[in-house]
């Protein structure tokens, strides 16, 4: 759901791509109209570094290292790079189509966490049982 409120956020709401994966995961992780409108300024290779803006946002919403490196990674993977202007100079990808990439791996690195937390949940149970 968090990726289809992402390209509708871009396409519909005309946000820009930043602020488009946060209203995406706007109800999903607690994100405030607030920081919504703060993002307006991480658009068009302005995040830091001249990162992509989706891939900035993306970013922001994970807190451990190795799921950001997995992130970014997976995403110049996919894009052929980390940067707003390299991406739009190959002229193969859209904002649009960067949106859906950053929300569709944070998603994915969201459902892979979620899961190990229940294995984990699941074997300490078993654990605290034997004993």
């Known amino acids: 759901m ?43 290779g302005q995040a830091p570094s001249g990162k992509c803006g989706a891939l900035h946002a993306a970013l922001e919403l994970l807190e451990n290292e190795l799921e950001k490196k997995e992130l970014a990674l997976t995403f110049a993977k996919k894009l052929g790079a980390e940067d707003c202007h390299s991406i739009r100079g190959m002229k193969k990808v859209s904002c649009g189509q960067c949106v859906e990439h950053a929300a569709s791996i944070l998603a994915d690195i969201r459902r892979e966490k979620e899961v190990i937390s229940r294995i984990e949940k699941a074997f300490a149970v078993k654990k605290k049982r034997r004993v």
């Open 2 to 44: 968090p990726i289809k409120k992402s390209i509708n956020a871009y396409k519909q709401e005309r946000l820009n791509s930043a602020q488009s994966i946060l209203r995406g995961f706007q109800s999903a992780m607690g994100i405030s109209d607030e920081k919504i409108a703060e993002a307006k300024k991480l658009g068009e």
